[in-house]
């Protein structure tokens, strides 16, 4: 297949970009909830106005570097997909789906993709199989990278609650108005007002990586069944290409619904897990 050689570059280069902005996403919302727990304890006017000023435009530069990662990942998925289908099933990619592809990097210097080749261990011929057969390969990596990413989320997502807590604790909200007397009336009124806002926008974010470490939880499940049910399919020599398709799709849309894997995770973990599944593929594949 050499009109794909450069497409594991690419599609490496979209996720690599992808992956860098869901991140830059998750720091931003940790960042913003520790500024404002500092300034919840500093209780400095001046600083709570940052605070919450930041605090505010979080949520909506969160959400739009989701949005353009979320476009990264669809067009690395569709590199994924196109040579998936034509290792599994032997068929050309079109000429016209290789120049949409390409012009996604023009100008760029990519980067040779840090796979091993070959990149599936199937030996089977070309067929519904094989697809079959390298689906299951694929999404035995996805689940156990699946599962690394829930951990660390986890402690994301724990760092957020707590953080969260502190804010609520430091905030004081029971007993800041017994203070008003003593300032500046309005000036307290405001120091409330942003406190409020802080601790509800710390809410939005906690929630938030609430949602990815969902999400990545959800592929981990949707990864496993895929590979329960590729695995018995692999086999079937009555299995008809629409069949397998039906299956392939359902986990393409497991994995489109989801951030990219991390790469430096895939990277840690890529040789154990080649060589733990080759060396049980090499005995499954004697199977008749």
Known sequence: MPNQKDLSDIRNYLYDQAEVRWWYSLWLSLCAQVLALIATVNNKLWLLAIAGFLALIT???????REWANNLTQKADKCRRMILYADSLGEDIPSHELAMVRAWTTGIKLQQAPFTSPYYSSSLSNSPQRLMDITTESAYFTEF????????L?????????????????????????????????????????????????????????LLWKKYSDLKLSAQSTFQKCADLRYDKSLSISEAMQVVEDYHLALIQSPPIPLKLYLTYRDPLNQSYQDSHSISSNQP
Not at 183 to 195: L, P
């Open 59 to 65: 949520p909506i530069a969160v959400a739009w570097l």
């Open 145 to 152: 990278l699946a599962a690394k990413t829930v951990n660390y």
């Open 154 to 210: 986890l402690v994301f997502l724990v760092i957020s609650i707590l953080i969260l807590s502190g804010i609520i604790y430091f905030a004081d909200f029971a007993t800041s108005t017994a203070t008003i007397s003593q300032e500046n009336q309005d000036m307290s009124g405001v120091k409330w007002a942003v406190k409020a806002a802080l601790t509800a926008i710390s809410f939005i974010l906690s929630g938030d990586i609430l």
